[in-house]
């Protein structure tokens, strides 16, 4: 019997930023750093970059565990003490029915300041190392996506199951 899977093991790799200010008019010199938060109790941070400027670059891995019902993890930079900007990023982007794990997601957000207005732009790279079990060790507990039932059927045999992969459509 499998074990129930209650987490995954994600590695966020945080590249770099750009474009960072302090206040509308004056950009960070130094001391920039990023927080990686999976819940708010689960957070991993970068060193600074002391010479970066506002075009920090770190090139750090973050290892972090993400609980199965996360549904983003949160992104912060900082500046010695002042809070800098932030972003929340979907797990849906990185992690889903078809996206296997080990597979390498390149990103980048806008950051928003503390008023909601644009603060720059973190770039970052996440992969899905795994999944863990309850009993706190790597589970073998990914199954086969099988897709969602069409007609009221709910088998295990692949009749009358509808699988896709998300397109994106931008609208003119």
């Known amino acids: 019997m499998e074990k129930p899977c209650t987490s995954k093991v994600i590695e966020v790799t945080v590249i770099s930023a750009e474009?960072?200010?302090i206040t509308r008019r004056e950009p960070v010199?130094?001391?920039a750093f990023v927080?990686?938060?999976s819940d708010p109790?689960?957070?991993k941070s970068t060193g600074m970059d002391t010479v970066g400027g506002n075009y920090p670059a770190w090139k750090e891995k973050l290892v972090l565990e993400l609980p199965a019902h996360a549904r983003f993890i949160s992104v912060e930079t900082h500046s010695g003490s002042k809070f800098i900007g932030s972003a929340n990023i979907p797990v849906s982007d990185f992690s889903g029915g078809y996206l296997p794990d080990n597979y390498l997601s390149f990103l980048s957000y806008r950051?928003?300041?503390a008023n909601g207005?644009?603060?720059g732009i973190i770039n970052l790279s996440v992969m899905v190392k795994g999944t863990r079990g309850?009993?706190?060790g790597t589970a073998s507990c990914s199954r086969p996506w099988k897709g969602v039932p069409v007609g009221?059927?709910?088998s295990d045999v692949d009749e009358g199951i509808v699988t896709g992969i998300p397109v994106y459509y931008q609208h003119n």
């Open 19 to 21: 474009g960072l200010l």
């Open 29 to 31: 010199k130094k001391n």
């Open 35 to 37: 927080v990686v938060r």
């Open 41 to 43: 109790f689960n957070s």
């Open 111 to 113: 950051l928003k300041d």
């Open 117 to 119: 207005e644009k603060n």
């Open 134 to 136: 309850t009993m706190g």
């Open 152 to 154: 009221g059927k709910v």
